[in-house]
């Protein structure tokens, strides 16, 4: 029986934490994966970080901190293929510029947020909340 690739271990874990609406967690789980990322992935990982950071303002009602973060988090996930590190990123990216438009035009709806929260889904993998 092989070991479980700890790298996607993590993005699970992350991924389970972000569904779940807890942004604060979701960057602690990805800065612990850091240790683990292969040099090509870490602007990715970072760029998640970011993404995770940045829903976390949102959730303070951090609005300036959370267009900044968001906007910085998506220029590093933005040069990936749609799916890259075991991730389902093209979704995620949409979602992010939507927000950060949304953010920066004033217009953002939290209460739309709060009914339809983003997603990090993982490939081939069932992540529940």
């Known amino acids: 029986m092989s070991q479980p690739d700890p790298l996607r271990t993590l993005l699970i874990d992350a991924a389970r934490a972000f569904n779940s609406g807890e942004y604060f967690e979701t960057h602690e789980i990805l800065e612990d994966a850091l240790e683990v990322v292969p040099d090509h992935l870490f602007d990715l990982f970072v760029g998640l970080i970011q993404i995770a950071v940045g829903y976390h303002k949102v959730t303070q009602r951090l609005w300036s901190g959370a267009e900044q973060m968001l906007g910085?988090?998506?220029?590093?996930?933005?040069?990936?293929?749609?799916?890259?590190?075991?991730?389902?990123?093209?979704?995620?990216?949409?979602?992010?510029?939507?927000d950060v438009e949304q953010l920066r035009s004033g217009r953002f709806d939290s209460e739309a947020f709060a009914r339809h929260p983003p997603r990090l889904?993982?490939?081939?993998?069932?992540?529940q909340e």
């Open 72 to 98: 910085r988090g998506l220029e590093k996930v933005s040069p990936f293929p749609p799916e890259a590190a075991g991730v389902k990123l093209e979704t995620l990216r949409q979602r992010v510029d939507a």
């Open 121 to 127: 889904q993982p490939l081939n993998e069932d992540v």
